[in-house]
T-cell receptor, first 115, second 115 residues
Framework: KQEVTQIPAALSVPEGENLVLNCSFT??????LQWFRQDPGKGLTSLLL?????REQTSGRLNASLDKSSGRSTLYIAASQPGDSATYLC??????????????FGKGTKLSVIP | DTEVTQTPKHLVMGMTNKKSLKCEQH?????MYWYKQKAKKPPELMFV???????INESVPSRFSPECPNSSLLNLHLHALQPEDSALYLC??????????????FGPGTRLTVL
């Protein structure tokens, strides 16, 4: 059964710092990995999706990498801002089986950027 | 239009009530999902519709009844809920279930409280 782990569970950084959020998964047979942002009590905003054949994706100050063989992904946020404060979730989609319809989520990293 | 909308934003209901949650997207997506999210937990998949047909029911109790009237709309009918069903209910859509088209886009959610 696929398991997704995100470390750390919470992170607090001063404004302007570059930071890295980590995501690991136990089964490398995935179609893709998706990073989301969730503000308190709100829905999920898709940030980046990396296909299994890709190594990284970039959007603005965000860069996500994928090392499928080692079961790891990182989300790099450059020049953090207070508005980046949110919970960041990663999710993988299994390649096969009944579970291939669904995303397996990590528990998230709660990021606080201090002004 | 790249948005998934959900109504209502908040819902309070008694255990004997019948209510419905609504979800709408106009991105031409043919896969739609219902998720349940408890506080400080990742979303849990409830149902998947693919081309207006129910594809996945993740062993959800029958007091939750999904409906997909057309390719843009997804409803979740609620009846005789329990207080432990109180949660944020999220709707999502994706282009379809194919390997390259399943980036999921989420709505803002409905915060449900069962008294």
């Amino acid at each position: 059964k696929q398991e997704v782990t995100q470390i750390p569970a919470a992170l607090s950084v001063p404004e302007g710092e570059n930071l890295v959020l980590n995501c690991s998964f136990t089964d490398s047979a995935i179609y893709n990995l998706q990073w989301f942002r969730q503000d308190p009590g709100k829905g999920l905003t898709s940030l980046l999706l990396i296909q299994s054949s890709q190594r990284e994706q970039t959007s603005g100050r965000l860069n996500a990498s994928l090392d499928k063989s080692s079961g790891r992904s990182t989300l790099y946020i450059a020049a953090s801002q207070p508005g980046d404060s949110a919970t960041y979730l990663c999710a993988v989609r299994p390649r096969s089986g009944a579970g291939s319809y669904q995303l397996t989520f990590g528990k998230g990293t709660k990021l606080s950027v201090i002004p | 239009d790249t948005e998934v909308t959900q109504t209502p934003k908040h819902l309070v209901m008694g255990m004997t009530n019948k209510k419905s949650l609504k979800c709408e997207q106009h991105m031409g997506h043919r896969a739609m999902y219902w998720y349940k999210q408890k506080a400080k937990k990742p979303p849990e998949l409830m149902f998947v519709y693919s081309y207006e047909k129910l594809s996945i029911n993740e062993s959800v109790p029958s007091r939750f009844s999904p409906e997909c009237p057309n390719s843009s709309l997804l409803n979740l009918h609620l009846h005789a809920l329990q207080p432990e069903d109180s949660a944020l209910y999220l709707c999502a859509s994706s282009r379809d279930h194919g390997r390259n088209y399943n980036e999921q886009f989420f709505g803002p959610g409905t915060r449900l409280t069962v008294l």
